[in-house]
């Protein structure tokens, strides 16, 4: 039963809700337009925030549900190795979605939804730099390599030591999805939110 409860971790973190919001009220597939990537950043960026703010939410919800559900139905803490299991199987979900021929985002707000469950001062910490850091130099992949870099520092000092390995795990994932982004801030050619209004 907990195998099949990963397996159902990994089709919701799968749904594409990016795709669903902006296609159904917009008529817009963000696969095609903007940065081309199925995310809350393109979804906001082509839509209008609103549109953007329900893709973050439904993206956090759809990792927190079946890591939170794991927890409570299955009676295990954090400790234990079903939550980590479902945590995992929702973030790559997300980022190789069946649904989308196993393409997807780009793992940030999934990622946060995930780990809300498991321990959330150190994960709020992490959030706090991010958006800080989004705040002062108006890069939102900025902020969220900040985030997952911020987060194996922040279970050390919350004493939640055991969730490291998971965090620098999901930390080179992402890395790994905003490869791009990377390259583009190194170059200097990274597009600011703040001046990003198509």
């Known amino acids: 039963m907990e195998i099949l409860w990963v397996l159902l971790s990994f089709l919701c973190g799968s749904i594409p809700f990016a795709v669903v919001i902006a296609k159904t009220f917009k008529g817009i597939d963000p696969r ?11 979804v906001a960026r082509l839509c209008g925030l609103p549109y953007g703010i329900a893709t973050l939410i439904c993206d ?4 927190t549900l079946p890591v939170f559900l794991s927890m409570y139905l299955f ?17 790559i979900g997300h980022i190789k979605s069946p649904f989308l021929g196993f393409h997807g985002g780009k793992g940030v707000a999934t990622g946060i939804g995930v780990l809300i469950p498991l321990s959330l001062p150190p994960l709020l910490a992490a959030v706090i730099l991010c958006v800080l850091v989004i705040a002062l130099t108006g890069y939102v992949s900025a902020g969220a390599l ?9 279970y050390y000092v919350f004493g939640k030591s055991h969730w490291i390995p998971l965090a620098l795990v999901m930390l080179a994932i992402v890395v790994w999805t905003h490869r791009a982004n990377i390259k583009r801030l190194l170059n200097g050619e ?3 939110w703040r001046k990003s209004k198509n």
């Open 75 to 91: 009676e295990r803490t954090d400790y234990d190795w079903l939550p980590s299991a479902c945590a995992f199987a929702a973030f």
């Open 32 to 42: 095609k337009e903007g940065s081309k990537n199925p995310g809350t950043t393109n």
């Open 190 to 192: 990274e597009k600011s």
């Open 60 to 63: 956090i919800l759809k990792g």
């Open 146 to 154: 900040t985030l997952y870099t911020a987060l194996p520092f922040c």
